[in-house]
């Protein structure tokens, strides 16, 4: 294309294009000047934000400041919690000033503006932090002195906050109630007014108390809370060194604190858990007067009978009961744990008896629990209760004797079980089987009875259970006794029949042999185990009669006997038949080695080398060949050249290889032996 006709707007467009540059520079010093412009007044309104903050902190400052002179002369419950409040307050504000204080540092940031320190704040936040401490830290140990000091067990509602709300509300109803007098382990009696509810309420109340006053507290947790509070005043009176009103406060609860720290052996003792009544008569033995723990009764007036005076002797009272009490606790909690262990039971095969199974874990917490309760009894703070803990150390030392013997027992019926099952071997075995029946009833019926309960505890609880299952082992150890001698007579009796003396059937194992004497029946269970009465008889060949008629190697070659057995004939004996079957197995081989021999001439020698087993061509060749060296040695006719043992291995290479020429299926293996 030489040329092209442009529209107008294509003209101004183009022209356009080449005075973009010069246009570029005046919109850039706009945007600049724009820029300029808003970030100055962005400047101007962080600078009066800053100094509205700074304004605003001086002010909260001279609220610190007047807090922080308090001085008060008496400290009372309204001043303290007034005290509290104003700290609230004020470390409310000064959070607020810090989130302020950030908010305007991160705006000085984005303006490239060196962050301001705002010191002032600073230092307000590190002298809030201990007077906050001081003043929550007094008024909690006045509120739980109150509590701890002069309370007793019927606590207002609102004196209940570190309790439930279950608590609060049975307290209360029971206050409602007409209670007008309670008394426990002295001689005074529970008296309401006709109301039953209250009653029912303070009988479930007063046991969760363990029918305590004030000694529903925690010890341990009020010694834990004051020694906090006291270590939380000295390093407030350290820290507070420039501040004497706050300083005072500090050492002046702090010296409160301390005589409450001389109170708390007494707490620990009245509040013990493990107190009983021996141990209150024990106490008021030392002290002097009856001392019982009266829901009524509060720390003060423990004080004021004189129990500091005695602590050392009351001390090691409540020592021995928080030993009790723990060998108790460990006592109610083995025993809780074996509430719900219960024992594993399988279904046996077909016999409509369950066996136990893993019980592997049981045997272990027997171990621990008895090395446990032998460890307990022979603690010194175990006399209050030696009969309870004396008696479940034997239920654990019973249970385990029990466990074992039943295991015993358990593993030797399941071996016999089958065996005895067995008509044929009950009939030759009358003596044991009679004891073996003994034995399957009892064993039924702690097996059924465990059925019903599996529960450990429950389980071995059966009616003189030990004395059963040591009798069935005793029983169970004389049929195995019996069991072994009649093996040891039928592995002995097959021998001494014939003129072959090693023992056939000390080649079984006993499993083995039963399983042989247990099915006389059937003949055909033998079969599996003949290679081992005899080392070249794989099987039998039976008939459809249940008549033996030959035998089978391992090659599959098969020699027929020179007669018939008859199994049914020996009434069970399997031993007697098989040596009917030793005897045809002698006979039946002679009979078949002196046809080969007289076959040999008759028959062409690559079929006789087929006709016959590969034992009898060895041996028919071999009297064949001493037969022609002896007739060769009379008749002075032997080769020169080679050999005859030579000669005659060429000729039976011959004979072999013409018979592979001609053989069929299996043969091959043994025509190449030969």
């Not at 015993?408 to 089987?433: A, G, H, K, N």
Request: proline share 3%; glycine share 4%.
């Amino acid at each position: 294309m030489s040329h092209a006709v442009l529209t107008t707007e294509d003209i101004q467009l183009n022209s356009r294009v080449f005075l973009w540059p010069k246009d570029m520079e005046s919109v850039l010093e706009l945007s600049q000047t724009r820029l300029s412009h808003r970030r100055e007044m962005v400047e101007q309104v962080l600078r009066n934000k800053r100094a509205e903050f700074d304004t605003k902190l001086v002010a909260h400052q001279k609220e610190l400041e007047v807090f922080k002179r308090k001085d008060p002369p008496i400290l009372t419950m309204d001043e303290m919690v007034d005290n509290v409040e104003t700290v609230d307050y004020l470390v409310k504000l000064l959070q607020e000033d810090k989130r302020e204080a950030d908010a305007i540092n991160a705006e000085e940031q984005l303006l490239d503006f060196d962050p301001s320190p705002f010191l002032v704040l600073q230092s307000m936040l590190t002298l809030i932090d201990p007077l906050e401490k001081l003043w929550h830290t007094v008024l909690n140990f006045h509120k739980s002195h109150e509590v701890w000091y002069y309370d007793s067990l019927l606590l207002s509602n609102d004196r209940l906050k570190p309790m439930s709300g279950d608590w609060a509300v049975t307290v209360g109803f029971l206050q409602e109630s007409a209670i007008t007098s309670v008394s426990i382990g002295g001689n005074k009696t529970t008296d309401f007014t006709n109301n039953n509810t209250s009653n029912k309420f303070l009988s479930i109340f007063c046991n969760v108390c363990d029918l305590g006053s004030f000694m529903v507290l925690d010890a341990d947790e009020v010694k834990d809370e004051v020694e906090g509070m006291f270590r939380t005043l000295y390093k407030l009176a350290k820290t507070l060194y420039d501040i004497p009103g706050s300083k005072r406060v500090a050492e002046m609860v702090r010296a409160k604190v301390e005589k409450f720290r001389h109170f708390i052996p007494v707490l620990q003792i009245v509040c013990n858990k493990g107190l009983q009544d021996r141990h209150w008569k024990q106490m008021s033995k030392v002290v002097g007067i009856p001392l019982t723990p009266d829901p009524q009764a509060t720390l003060s007036d423990m004080i004021e009978i004189g129990l500091p005076k005695f602590i050392t002797k009351l001390e090691e009272i409540s020592v021995a009961a928080s030993k009790e009490y723990a060998l108790e606790r460990n006592l109610r909690k083995m025993k809780e744990e074996w509430d719900n262990i219960q024992f594993e039971c399988v279904a046996y095969r077909d016999t409509g008896v369950e066996i136990l199974s893993a019980v592997d874990d049981i045997q272990v917490m027997l171990d621990d629990h008895i090395l446990k309760a032998q460890t307990m009894r022979g603690s010194p703070y175990v006399k209050a209760f030696e009969t309870e803990m004396q008696l479940w150390e034997a239920k654990l030392i019973s249970m385990q004797d029990i466990l074992d013997s039943w295991l015993q027992c358990q593993v030797t019926w399941l071996y016999l079980e089958p065996i005895f099952s067995s008509e044929d071997i009950m009939r030759q075995m009358p003596d044991e089987s009679k004891k073996f029946r003994t034995v399957d009833k009892q064993w039924r019926a702690i097996m059924n009875n465990t059925k019903k309960d599996k529960r450990v505890l429950v389980a071995t609880d059966f009616k003189d259970m030990l004395l059963l299952l040591k009798e069935n082992n005793s029983l169970l150890d004389e049929i195995q006794k019996g069991l072994n001698d009649y093996l040891e007579k039928k592995r002995l009796f097959f021998p001494r029949q014939f003129i072959i003396h090693w023992i056939r059937f000390f080649f079984l194992s006993n499993d083995e042999l039963l399983e042989i004497l247990s099915e006389t029946k059937d003949p055909q269970r033998v079969q599996p185990h003949l290679k081992k009465c005899f080392e070249g008889i794989n099987t039998l060949e039976f008939t459809a009669e249940q008549e033996i008629v030959a035998m089978v190697s391992a090659e599959k070659e098969v020699v027929s006997f020179s007669g018939t057995i008859i199994p049914a004939d020996a009434k069970g004996m399997v031993e007697k038949w098989l040596a009917q079957v030793e005897e045809q197995m002698v006979q039946s081989m002679k009979d078949t080695c002196m046809e080969a021999i007289q076959a040999y001439f008759s028959t062409a020698k690559n079929k006789w080398l087929l006709d016959w087993p590969g034992q009898i061509v060895i041996c028919a060749e071999c009297v064949h060949w001493t037969a022609e060296v002896a007739q060769a040695i009379e008749d002075s006719t032997l080769p020169v050249s080679t050999t005859y043992h030579g000669c005659k291995s060429v000729r039976r290479g011959e004979e072999v290889e013409e018979a592979l020429a001609v053989e069929v299926g299996g043969e091959r293996w043994r025509l190449e032996a030969l």
